[in-house]
C-alpha cells in the first residue's frame, strides 16, 4: 500500500519485486486490489516475473524497465 493510505497493513518487499509491482500497475490499480495478493498475482507480467526470480538468490538484483 502507498505510504499515503495511512492506516493501512504494508509489507517489506525486495526492491526488484517493488520495482516490478510498479513498473506494471499503477498506485491506483493497487488501489484497487486492496490486501487481496492472489489478485495481483493474477497479473500476467507479474507471474511471469515471479517464475523467473523464483530460483534466484535473496540478495539478487537486476534492473527493471
Excluded at 497493513?9 to 510498479?22: K, M, N, R, S, Y
Aim: hydrophobic fraction near 45%; charged fraction near 20%; proline fraction near 9%.
Amino acid at each position: 500500500m502507498p505510504k499515503a493510505k495511512k492506516g493501512r497493513v504494508t509489507v517489506a518487499l525486495h526492491p526488484i519485486c517493488h520495482q516490478t509491482i510498479h513498473a506494471n500497475l499503477s498506485n491506483a490499480e493497487l488501489a484497487r486490489f486492496g490486501d487481496h495478493r492472489v489478485r495481483l498475482l493474477e497479473n500476467p507480467a507479474i507471474a511471469t516475473f515471479l517464475v523467473w526470480i523464483a530460483d534466484k538468490p535473496p540478495d539478487f538484483y537486476a534492473p527493471t524497465r
